[in-house]
């Protein structure tokens, strides 16, 4: 496809376009492939990906899906920094820690891709930090 003034004025936003449809239709070169689909208005052009998405705020940010089991649409994708995509990977864990009023023990839940968990239940807030970490 011949670059156009549009493409090159835009350039950060084409080239993300670009990687998402290399992403979506060459599975055998993406790690990140899991049957992910691609919107069909963002299909037919780049113009309505830029129209959807708009000019991306930073060098920095590049397009993110906010839901990770959902595929690339204006719904479903933000621009975002590598900070909040890190937050946002499937395997991301995090912690809650708080005291059960009833016992006193502090409870340690974690959520993984979305499920929440039973991490334990310590007798100080210094033994449920030092196994886990401070959440």
């Keep these: 496809m011949a670059e156009t003034p549009m493409m ?6 084409y080239i993300s376009w670009c990687a998402i449809r290399q992403r979506v ?3 055998a070169k993406s790690k990140y492939y ?4 691609l919107c069909i208005r963002w299909q037919i052009s780049f113009e309505f990906f830029l129209e959807d998405m708009g000019k991306a705020p930073s060098p920095m940010h590049t397009v993110d899906r906010k839901d990770n089991s959902l595929g690339y649409s204006k719904e479903n994708c933000r621009w975002a920094t590598p900070k909040e995509q ?9 912690y809650n820690l708080h005291q059960e009023e009833s016992s006193g023990m502090w409870i340690v839940r974690k959520t993984l891709n979305g499920r929440r968990y039973n991490a334990g239940r310590y007798a100080t807030r210094e033994l449920a930090v030092l196994i886990h970490g401070e959440p």
């Design 25 to 27: 239709s060459n599975p």
């Design 34 to 37: 899991r049957g992910v689909k």
């Design 86 to 94: 890190a937050n946002n990977r499937t395997n991301n864990v995090r």
């Design 8 to 13: 090159k004025l835009h350039r950060q936003e």
